[in-house]
């Protein structure tokens, strides 16, 4: 596979509008730009015709500035899951922000895409059951306490 390098054509807040000679990027498709030893990732938003695509930027835009190289890496984010990952931060890149590192080496990780589809109604559960969600109990009655209050409040 030949690599799609576009040029930035313009820079709006965290959007970034980028052209592509021959094919586009397609939406939710991950795209890199250099900012000098920094590698900034874009997310394809839409395509907005004539091989232009409006990206949304993972990261601050100081420094973009238009004619800039992009490169369309041909997949969407992907962030690692597996039993390595229970307990940990991670930023939407996949990348550790608790300090904590990841064995690459380990068979029992992947990496799976952010974006996914919803598992089908027949795969779902309809039997109640208990949501754990590692909240101490007291601290959801304290909130459901102060919401009672505050809702009172109103009226």
């Known amino acids: 596979m030949t690599k799609r390098i576009g040029k930035i054509i313009k820079v709006s807040g965290p959007v970034v509008d980028v052209a592509f000679e021959g094919e586009s990027a397609v939406v ?12 900034l990732t874009l997310e394809v938003a839409f395509e907005t015709g004539d091989n232009q695509v409006k990206a949304l930027a ?9 004619g800039m190289e992009v490169e369309a890496t041909g997949s969407p984010i992907k962030v690692p899951v ?18 904590s590192r990841i064995d690459q080496k ?7 895409p952010i974006h ?3 598992p089908p ?3 779902q559960q309809t039997k109640a059951e208990m949501l754990e969600t590692g909240k101490p109990m007291p601290s959801v009655i304290e909130s459901r306490e102060l919401f009672k209050v505050t809702y009172r409040a109103k009226f």
């Open 28 to 39: 939710n498709e991950a795209l890199h730009v250099k900012i000098g030893k920094e590698t």
């Open 58 to 66: 993972l990261g601050s835009t100081d420094g973009l500035i238009r």
């Open 82 to 99: 597996g039993n390595q990952t229970l307990g940990k931060i991670f930023n939407v890149l996949g990348e550790p922000i608790d300090k």
């Open 106 to 112: 380990d068979k029992t990780l992947s990496y799976k």
């Open 116 to 118: 996914k589809s919803a």
């Open 121 to 123: 109604l027949t795969s």
